[in-house]
């Protein structure tokens, strides 16, 4: 992709996204990253620039640049304080709101990210972060240490990159595990996992409605699985067993009639759990 892209196209992107630059981020001692001039840019540095080896970028720049990926395309300048407020009558001193923003890419490719992005998670390396009932997008990364100018043996930095709803991102979520000990050293495997666990957290702190719109999870035998529970209700109960059959049921009331059930049908459920129904005449 590097050879066919370039590189004078490439380091246009990479310099439009961010990298190479400070993002003007309202904290100290931020870094500008390292990149490779165009002047510097021969065969191998093509090559590994188009991989992300021998150029080093930091974490918010990373955020940065795939929060306009995702957004529809816009490169915004991120910061931390949202007001300054008086201490006594609370009253505000200063406001910090977005910008404008740069458009670096449009919105239909953007759109494209995503929908590669939420596969990724449903089918790909970021299985371990997707998250039944809700739409998830992300990328794993595994990034080789460097030592004295020489890539390390065994000694990564993990990583995974997600955000959600995968369709109208309003949160993006960034992992990274400094070499972590004892285990597969793939972000897919040590960050994946921890990213799914803020995003349950944010769930809760969000309201994100459930939905039955997104990808599909392609399961392993080794994988919980989950299937799209039926919706029985206003069914007798001898025909909601036959829609359930994959799940356990469990009745409450008189009558041959379903009035309710829970969980609620058209979402996904884990194989073999419990169902309720109520029954009615």
Not at 59 to 76: C, D, E, K
Not at 192 to 205: E, H, R, W
Not at 233 to 261: C, P, R, W
Request: proline residues 4%; aromatic residues 10%; hydrophobic residues 35%.
């Amino acid at each position: 992709m590097g050879q066919k892209l370039g590189a004078e196209t490439l380091l246009k992107y990479i310099h439009n996204f961010g990298f190479g630059k400070k993002t003007g981020i309202d904290l100290n001692g931020e870094s500008k990253g390292i990149l490779f001039s165009l002047e510097q840019m021969g065969p191998v540095e093509l090559a590994t620039t188009s991989f992300g080896q021998g150029i080093s970028v930091t974490p918010i720049q990373q955020v940065r640049a795939v929060s306009a990926a995702i957004n529809g395309g816009i490169l915004h300048t991120p910061y931390i304080v949202s007001k300054m407020t008086e201490p006594e009558t609370n009253s505000v001193i200063k406001q910090f709101m977005p910008d404008d923003g740069t458009r670096v890419i449009s919105e239909e490719t953007s759109k494209l990210v995503r929908y590669a992005l939420e596969s990724v998670v449903a089918n790909g390396s970021g299985k371990n972060a997707y998250i039944e009932n809700y739409r998830i997008g992300g990328k794993t990364g595994t990034a080789q240490k460097v030592n004295n100018g020489v890539y390390m043996v065994g000694n990564y930095i993990v990583s995974f990159m997600g955000f959600m709803p995968a369709d109208d991102p309003e949160i993006v979520v960034y992992v990274a595990i400094d070499n972590p000990k004892g285990i597969t050293q793939y972000g897919g495997v040590v960050s994946a996992p921890i990213a799914k666990n803020v995003f349950k957290t944010a769930i809760d702190l969000y309201g994100f409605s459930k939905t039955n719109e997104g990808m599909p999870r392609e399961y392993t035998w080794l994988d919980t699985k989950y299937i799209m529970l039926p919706d029985v209700t206003g069914m007798s109960l001898e025909d909601a067993k036959k829609s359930l059959k994959d799940f356990k049921v469990i009745t409450s009331g008189e009558g041959n009639k379903v009035i309710y059930q829970s969980p609620l049908g058209n979402y996904y459920a884990e194989v073999g759990s419990k169902i309720s129904l109520m029954l009615s005449n």
